[in-house]
């Protein structure tokens, strides 16, 4: 697990790994942040160091009531990629809630049974 710093006063995010700093920037107009930039070194680049850092900018933009707008290639690229799973966790959610419903587990299982 990488850990990311925020800091709010510079609009910034930060993820230290092996001395270098891999870094996520965002400015923020109301309730709308904008995310403007993200960066990794190459040096410990192919790590999961940008997800980590855009995924701690969202909990964050969630927590705080934000709308985000994702500037940055690979921010729009990684909410695109996510929002489909959380879509998709949301529809299998409600698909088990239906079927939780319909078939309550305190009724008698009624196969083999005739009338």
Not at 106 to 111: A, E, H, L, M, Q
Request: aromatic content about 6%.
């Amino acid at each position: 697990m990488i850990d990311v710093r925020h800091d709010a006063a510079a609009r910034r995010f930060i993820a230290e790994v092996e001395g270098r700093q891999a870094v996520l920037d965002y400015t923020i107009h109301g309730d709308v942040m904008t995310i403007t930039h993200t960066g990794v070194p190459p040096a410990i680049g192919g790590r999961g160091i940008a997800g980590e850092l855009v995924r701690a900018a969202l909990d964050t933009a969630r927590n705080a009531g934000w709308r985000v707008i994702p500037i940055c290639s690979f921010a729009a690229a990684y909410m695109a990629r996510h929002s489909k799973d959380e879509d998709r966790r949301h529809q299998e959610d409600l698909l088990d809630e239906a079927l939780d419903e319909s078939f309550p587990a305190s009724d008698p299982p009624s196969v083999g049974r005739s009338s």
